[in-house]
Each structure stands twice: as structure tokens, then as C-alpha cells.
């Protein structure tokens, strides 16, 4: 997700829109724990002053994650607009946005995702999700689970 600099550096002060599309394959490998279900877009304006380059950007990705607690896909859409300044040498044509990106749909994605509110989660002993069979109860432990359940307490 490379902004060129050139129209920038060539105006400075001047308030320049843009617009930049991200393949969500390729943010995918960057965001642990999840994955965008399409194109990050980004769209916004940018100027250059005194060697920074200062960008108001609005955000729009859709992230999907497992919920925390029964591993249900779960998707969340994201708008965000964010102000942020970079720092450009005299020999930058370019400046990568994407690492800025990922950090700004990082930190506002829910850190523990939930399928429902009232998600009852996997059986402890056997895995099965409770909200799909909610009748379900476990006739045989695992002793080895047992052991570290005694053990903890």
C-alpha cells in the first residue's frame, strides 16, 4: 500500500486527495488471529509540509476473527478516520501506509469477539459447541483434563 509522493512534494501545503485499495490476501498475512473478508480501502487527503507528510484517512475494512468462545466465525465492519503524520526523507518517492493501517484496524477490533451474547461456548470436556447442541452432557471425562482441573484448584 505505497502513496507516491510526487504530486506532494511538488505542492507543498497543497491538499491532495487519494484513494488506495489493499488486497485482503495480502493485509491477511499481517493480521494475527484473523482475516479481511475483502479490500482494505482507504480514501483521504495528504499534504506535505517541511519534509512530513500529514494524511487525514478514512478507513473501511471488514475483519472476520473466531469468537472468543466458540470458535464461530465472526465478521466486523470497520470505519475509521484517523490523522497521522510520517516523517519523508528528500530521496522518498514513496511511503508504505500499510503497517499504519493494520495498526489503526488493530487497536478498534473487539480483542474478545463474541458469535452472540449469550454464546455458550465448546464443552470443556469434549469440544462439541454448546450452542448447537445445548442438551449436550459429557458422559465420559478425559482423566487427563480431570487431573490439571484438580490440580488448579
Request: contains cysteine; proline residues 7%.
Amino acid at each position: 500500500m505505497r502513496l507516491e509522493l510526487a504530486d506532494f512534494l511538488a505542492h507543498p501545503g497543497k491538499h491532495i486527495p487519494f484513494t488506495i485499495d489493499l488486497d485482503a490476501a495480502r493485509a491477511s498475512e499481517r493480521l494475527a488471529g484473523g482475516r479481511f473478508v475483502e479490500d482494505i480501502h482507504v480514501e483521504g487527503e495528504a499534504f506535505v509540509q517541511l519534509s512530513t507528510l500529514y494524511l487525514q484517512i478514512r478507513i473501511h475494512a471488514v475483519v472476520e476473527q473466531p469468537c472468543s468462545r466458540c470458535l464461530t466465525p465472526v465478521e466486523e465492519v470497520l470505519d475509521l478516520d484517523e490523522a497521522f503524520a510520517l516523517p519523508i526523507a528528500a530521496t522518498d518517492t514513496s511511503t508504505d501506509l500499510l503497517p499504519q493501517v493494520i495498526a489503526f484496524i488493530r487497536n478498534a477490533l473487539n480483542p474478545h469477539p463474541l458469535c452472540r451474547p449469550d454464546c455458550k461456548g465448546l464443552c470443556p470436556v469434549c469440544g462439541v459447541n454448546l450452542n448447537e447442541h445445548p442438551d449436550h452432557v459429557c458422559t465420559k471425562a478425559d482423566e487427563g483434563k480431570m487431573r490439571l482441573g484438580d490440580f488448579l484448584k
